[in-house]
């Protein structure tokens, strides 16, 4: 321990107070390693703080390679030969190497983290039309039961011509418990809505199309082409904004869903590849054939499949495909949205601390890449800490009903989506227990369990192996 050595060689009093420095060192870290996880979430989410614990995290190690140094050459022999003296000088060196080595790999962690706040999540010059005004920001969750994210996956690859989001979910989480619901939207839903005091609405009263091309599929008015499309033809129309296509999504998505979304996460598919690398792969199961790579519209054919089968790893590349290949697969836009389901439940179990804490590094690097969002810096303790519920509570999906209003995305009935939603998030009764005479009826036994797969709201059932 740091500081017995002065008192062995009869500098009680230096050796004292470096001992007891460090006994008491030793002693806050553990009472706020256990007791005050909370602000230590906290400290690692203030970039200001950020970097004055790099700078005492340097100050302790320069203190500490000193009280080494001269712990050596206090208690080293004096009589001692060369070779001694250079053996004793290199187990020190190595030493002090091992503690600076430490404090610099801790240090660049500390750096990337500041890197990523900083980057990603809004701060206070940010602009957004849509983003909520929390009061209560120590506990924003006391007044909002549910907390709904839109989640959109951009793709803004080669060849394309601006940015598309052929992902469109909304994620509706239960501040309580953390259980979530997720609501996929298909890319070419046309008619979009806008609630009635917008000044979307005013250009746009049937939704996002154009009546004078008939009822006909319109491409520059789907869905997925809403993002790129409408702030270029009506800038600024919802106010400032540092994502105006985002802004307007969160609109049009939450008023066909009968929502108020309050914040939005944009995944740049991309980024995606290198985070799935930097978390190490993620396990799946695969029940058909996925294609990597291929384009309907020009009769490309993919270049390989992804071979069926259960738990299998998966390294970024593969990932990015499983999650969107479309090609020739039969409810190709659903069967995206289911896989787009799994993947995200795959990557939450993938995310347990000891593996994001030994590649933080790589993480941080691919979530600038990744990740654009308006949920503010000053809110982010409170997004950890639900976080945390959702990653031990349970995923399901919601489903709207193709057949019965979207048979097409022509005309989708958003109103009926709408009652399917509200009716699946609706708070649950608790039953009352009744007074009953005996069973005129003697059970039937042992309930028969649920095959897998046959439960679509269930990700444990639908993402299980059940080949095609």
Same mark, same amino acid.
């Given at each position: ?388 519920? @959702?990653?031990? *509570? $349970?995923? +399901? #999906?919601?489903?709207?009903? %193709? ?6 995305? !022509?005309? /989708? ?16 009764? @608790?039953?009352? *227990? $009744?007074? +009953? #005479?005996?069973?005129?009826? %003697? ?6 369990? !649920?095959? /897998? ?16």
């Amino acid at each position: 321990m740091p500081g017995t050595a002065y008192l062995v060689a009869g500098r009680t009093r230096l050796g004292t107070l470096v001992t007891g420095l460090t006994v008491t060192l030793l002693g806050a870290a553990a009472y706020v390693g256990s007791a005050r996880r909370d602000d230590v979430i906290k400290w690692a989410l203030d970039p200001n703080l950020l970097l004055w614990i790099i700078a005492g995290l340097t100050a302790v190690a320069l203190l500490w390679v000193t009280i080494v140094v001269t712990s050596y050459k206090m208690l080293r022999p004096l009589g001692s030969g060369i070779g001694a003296r250079l053996a004793g000088a290199l187990v020190i060196g190595l030493v002090c190497c091992t503690i600076a080595s430490g404090t610099a790999l801790g240090a660049q962690n500390l750096l990337a983290q500041r890197d990523l706040v900083t980057h990603v999540f809004a701060g206070g010059n940010s602009k957004s039309a849509t983003r909520p005004t929390i009061a209560n920001k120590k506990d924003p969750w006391a007044q909002l039961p549910r907390l709904n994210l839109l989640l959109l996956g951009a793709d803004d690859g080669a060849g394309r011509q601006g940015t598309r989001t052929d992902t469109v979910m909304v994620a509706s989480i239960d501040t309580k418990t953390g259980n979530t619901s997720l609501i996929s939207l298909t890319r070419n839903f046309m008619r979009m809505p806008f609630p009635a005091d917008s000044p979307l609405h005013e250009f746009y009263p049937t939704g996002f199309w154009n009546p004078k091309l008939g009822d006909v599929e319109q491409g520059e008015f789907y869905l997925d082409a809403m993002y790129r499309n409408l702030p270029k033809l009506h800038d600024g129309i919802l106010g400032p904004s540092d994502n105006q296509g985002a802004d307007i999504l969160k609109v049009a998505v939450g008023e066909a869903l009968g929502l108020k979304l309050h914040y939005y996460l944009q995944i740049n598919l991309s980024g995606f590849e290198q985070m799935v690398e930097a978390l190490g792969g993620i396990t799946v199961n695969i029940n058909y054939p996925v294609p990597v790579g291929g384009d309907d519209d020009k009769h490309i054919p993919p270049g390989r499949y992804l071979k069926p089968g259960a738990n299998r790893h998966l390294n970024g590349f593969d990932a990015l495909w499983f999650a969107r290949g479309r090609y020739q697969v039969p409810g190709a836009d659903l069967a995206r949205q289911d896989r787009q389901h799994c993947t995200i439940q795959a990557l939450v179990e993938r995310a347990t601390p000891q593996n994001v804490l030994s590649n933080y590094q790589s993480i941080a690097k691919a979530g600038k890449q990744l990740i654009r969002t308006d949920i503010p810096q000053n809110l982010l303790p409170q997004f950890v800490g639900l976080g945390q519920r @959702v990653k031990s *509570a $349970k995923i +399901t #999906t919601i489903d709207l009903d %193709k057949k019965k209003n979207f048979p097409n995305g !022509r005309n /989708p009935n958003y109103k009926a989506m709408s009652e399917i939603v509200a009716k699946a998030l609706a708070p649950k009764a @608790v039953p009352v *227990a $009744k007074p +009953t #005479t005996k069973p005129t009826t %003697k059970p039937t036994g042992k309930a028969t369990p !649920r095959p /897998p797969g046959t439960d679509p709201g269930d990700l444990d059932s639908s993402c299980a192996y059940n080949p095609q």
